[in-house]
Each structure stands twice: as structure tokens, then as C-alpha cells.
């Protein structure tokens, strides 16, 4: 039997590092999985994870910690299935270097993800757009930010790592107007910027912060926002928006949902699946599909297309009650 310090440590210095070139995040969720598993494993049979053999992180054993993720930690499936990711990775590796184990690791690659339901996206109609863009302070500082970080996310759709990320040379905006960012999966690519996105950015260059930072949306301190921060600062506007439009009382907003708003407002405007892709910097074209699911103008319009000759276009209304009930006299 053989302890799985060096092959854990190799997985990360040599695989990851220098043979993936990994991100930065991608090690990052790789390590917090496997330090969840070994703390899980070592007090399972009451060893110091330094003491773990390879038996000992058998198919019973990972799916007694994924049942561990579900049910104690509150994690969804899609967490799971991430964490399942990492682990069949290192197993994958450890495979090359511990043929006596070939059966073991065998079992634990052939435990499957788990099934996880799709639901609808959530996004912003126009008058919600309006309402939140109008929540922001713009007498503050921090409320100018905010307000131009909100009206940048909803026209380009960038992710909230791309958002965060971006600094002053990412915006071009001159003639041909854009923001360029690298976003997942290390992919360069450029979105163009509307007229009215140009002039709220040109009127935030014109800020000045403490301390000269050259983060596009800094905090106080010059530094990159972090997630949580920007959700906080989603929220927090969302609240003061739903005093003017109750319906967003019913949504989650977050930086994910202003995402797919942008995708909705091009879907909307005709624009082809396959462009949405581009724009929102999607691997595969099937993934844009999620928006046309959502979209019920979409489905109207082809009903309408297909509607029956002398039918009268235009959604179905209940009629007025003392009217239907003078009709079944």
C-alpha cells in the first residue's frame, strides 16, 4: 500500500501546473476538493490525512463524501458534480502511477454525475433595466460606479470574473467603440459598446480615485472588487429599485441574471443564436440555446406564424365576466 502524499503533490506541481498550465482558479477549486475529501477521509478511519493510503479512498468512500457534500454541507448537485470533476482527475492521474490500484481507481471513475434539472433563466424585462439602472446614487462616488458597472454589464454581458477584472485599457472608445477581456477557458475576444455605454464610461473616466488605480471599477482602496461585493452591491440596488417596480421583488437578481438579460435583449432584437455565442464568449453554440427556452416572445411568434386562417392575432384574454355570463343564458 502506498500513502498518497507524493502523488497528490506531483498532481498538482507537475499535471496541473506544468503539463495543463491550469488557471489560477481551476487550482484553486482542485484544492479546496481534495483538502474537503482528505479531512473527510482522515476522520472517517481516524488517520491524520498525511497517513491515508490509496484502499482507503475507495468508490465507498467517495460517494459516502459526495453524499457528505449534499446532505451536511448544503451543496447542489452541480457543486457535487464539480467536486466529483476534480477528484476523477487526480484519479486519472494516480492511475498512471499506481497500477496495483487499477481496480480500485476504476470504481471511483465510474461513479457517474448526478442528473441535474435545468430550469428557466432568470432575467430583467426593459422596465426592470430601467428601474435598476435608475437605483444607483449618482451623487456619490461609489453610486457612479456602481451605475456605470451595471449599465456596462447589462449591454456586453460579461461574465462577473470578466467584469471585475477589466482596467482602464480594456476600454476603447474611439472610433468602433469596445471592451476587450479574457474570459473562460483563457479566450481573448472584444464586444462592442452602444452609445449610450460609451458616454456613461467616458463620464466615469473622468473620476479619479485615491489612489490612481488602473481598475476599471476599484474600490476605495484601488483594488479589484470581489464577487461579493458585487453581489452585495446588486442586491442593495435591487432593493431600492423595487420601491419603483414591485416585480423585481419576485426575482433573484445577481450578476449571472444581468448576463442573461443581454442575451435576452439580443435574442429579442432578432439577433441569430450563433452571434449570442460570440458575444457572451460561449464554447459551444448549443449553450445559447438555454435563452431561447426562456423566451415566450419566441414561441408566441411562432404560433403566430402557424395560426389558422380568419384566427385573430394576438394572445388569448378572458372575457369580461358579466359578458361570458350573459352568454350562457
Same mark, same amino acid.
Given at each position: 500500500?502506498?500513502?498518497?502524499?507524493?502523488?497528490?503533490?506531483?498532481?498538482?506541481?507537475?499535471?496541473?501546473?506544468?503539463?495543463?498550465?491550469?488557471?489560477?482558479?481551476?487550482?484553486?477549486?482542485?484544492?479546496?476538493?481534495?483538502?474537503?475529501?482528505?479531512?473527510?477521509?482522515?476522520?472517517?478511519?481516524?488517520?491524520?490525512?498525511?497517513?491515508?493510503?490509496?484502499?482507503?479512498?475507495?468508490?465507498?468512500?467517495?460517494?459516502?463524501?459526495?453524499?457528505?457534500?449534499?446532505?451536511?454541507?448544503?451543496?447542489?448537485?452541480?457543486?457535487?458534480?464539480?467536486?466529483?470533476?476534480?477528484?476523477?482527475?487526480?484519479?486519472?492521474?494516480?492511475?498512471?502511477?499506481?497500477?496495483?490500484?487499477?481496480?480500485?481507481?476504476?470504481?471511483?471513475?465510474?461513479?457517474?454525475?448526478?442528473?441535474?434539472?435545468?430550469?428557466?433563466?432568470?432575467?430583467?424585462?426593459?422596465?426592470?433595466?430601467?428601474?435598476?439602472?435608475?437605483?444607483?446614487?449618482?451623487?456619490?462616488?461609489?453610486?457612479?460606479?456602481?451605475?456605470?458597472?451595471?449599465?456596462?454589464?447589462?449591454?456586453?454581458?460579461?461574465?462577473?470574473?470578466?467584469?471585475?477584472?477589466?482596467?482602464?485599457?480594456?476600454?476603447?472608445?474611439?472610433?468602433?467603440?469596445?471592451?476587450?477581456?479574457?474570459?473562460?477557458?483563457?479566450?481573448?475576444?472584444?464586444?462592442?459598446?452602444?452609445?449610450?455605454?460609451?458616454?456613461?464610461?467616458?463620464?466615469?473616466?473622468?473620476?479619479?480615485?485615491?489612489?490612481?488605480?488602473? /481598475? *476599471?471599477?476599484? #474600490?476605495? !482602496?484601488? %483594488?479589484? =472588487?470581489?464577487?461579493?461585493?458585487?453581489?452585495?452591491? @446588486?442586491? $442593495?440596488?435591487?432593493?431600492?429599485?423595487?420601491?419603483?417596480?414591485?416585480?423585481?421583488?419576485?426575482?433573484?437578481?445577481?450578476?449571472? /441574471? *444581468?448576463?442573461? #438579460?443581454? !442575451?435576452? %435583449?439580443? =435574442?429579442?432584437?432578432?439577433?441569430?443564436?450563433?452571434? @449570442?455565442? $460570440?458575444?457572451?464568449?460561449?464554447?459551444?453554440?448549443?449553450?445559447?440555446?438555454?435563452?431561447?427556452?426562456?423566451?415566450?416572445?419566441?414561441?408566441?411568434?411562432?404560433?403566430?406564424?402557424? %395560426?389558422? =386562417?380568419?384566427?385573430?392575432?394576438?394572445?388569448?384574454?378572458?372575457?369580461?365576466?358579466?359578458?361570458?355570463?350573459?352568454?350562457?343564458?
Amino acid at each position: 500500500m502506498t500513502v498518497i502524499n507524493a502523488t497528490l503533490q506531483s498532481f498538482f506541481t507537475d499535471r496541473l501546473t506544468r503539463q495543463k498550465d491550469a488557471s489560477s482558479h481551476t487550482i484553486a477549486a482542485y484544492r479546496d476538493t481534495l483538502r474537503l475529501l482528505l479531512v473527510f477521509a482522515a476522520a472517517t478511519h481516524k488517520v491524520p490525512a498525511s497517513s491515508l493510503q490509496w484502499d482507503q479512498l475507495d468508490a465507498t468512500e467517495i460517494t459516502a463524501f459526495l453524499e457528505h457534500l449534499q446532505h451536511d454541507r448544503g451543496n447542489s448537485a452541480r457543486t457535487r458534480n464539480a467536486r466529483l470533476s476534480a477528484i476523477h482527475s487526480l484519479f486519472r492521474y494516480a492511475a498512471l502511477h499506481h497500477p496495483e490500484h487499477a481496480a480500485s481507481i476504476a470504481r471511483v471513475l465510474a461513479i457517474p454525475p448526478q442528473r441535474v434539472d435545468r430550469h428557466l433563466v432568470d432575467y430583467l424585462t426593459d422596465s426592470e433595466c430601467e428601474a435598476l439602472l435608475a437605483a444607483p446614487d449618482r451623487s456619490t462616488w461609489t453610486g457612479r460606479r456602481d451605475y456605470t458597472f451595471l449599465v456596462v454589464a447589462v449591454q456586453t454581458g460579461l461574465r462577473v470574473s470578466e467584469l471585475i477584472g477589466l482596467t482602464v485599457s480594456d476600454i476603447h472608445l474611439g472610433a468602433g467603440a469596445h471592451v476587450s477581456c479574457r474570459g473562460k477557458g483563457r479566450k481573448d475576444r472584444i464586444t462592442p459598446l452602444t452609445r449610450k455605454t460609451v458616454t456613461t464610461l467616458r463620464d466615469w473616466a473622468k473620476e479619479k480615485t485615491p489612489t490612481g488605480s488602473a /481598475v *476599471l471599477f476599484p #474600490t476605495r !482602496a484601488g %483594488r479589484h =472588487l470581489s464577487r461579493d461585493a458585487i453581489e452585495h452591491r @446588486i442586491k $442593495l440596488h435591487t432593493r431600492v429599485a423595487t420601491g419603483s417596480c414591485p416585480s423585481l421583488a419576485d426575482k433573484h437578481v445577481s450578476a449571472h /441574471v *444581468l448576463r442573461h #438579460t443581454a !442575451a435576452m %435583449r439580443l =435574442l429579442h432584437a432578432g439577433i441569430d443564436t450563433s452571434v @449570442i455565442a $460570440l458575444w457572451l464568449g460561449h464554447k459551444q453554440v448549443d449553450t445559447t440555446q438555454i435563452y431561447i427556452t426562456a423566451d415566450l416572445k419566441v414561441k408566441e411568434d411562432a404560433i403566430d406564424r402557424t %395560426r389558422p =386562417l380568419n384566427s385573430v392575432r394576438g394572445r388569448y384574454r378572458r372575457p369580461d365576466n358579466i359578458l361570458a355570463w350573459l352568454g350562457t343564458l
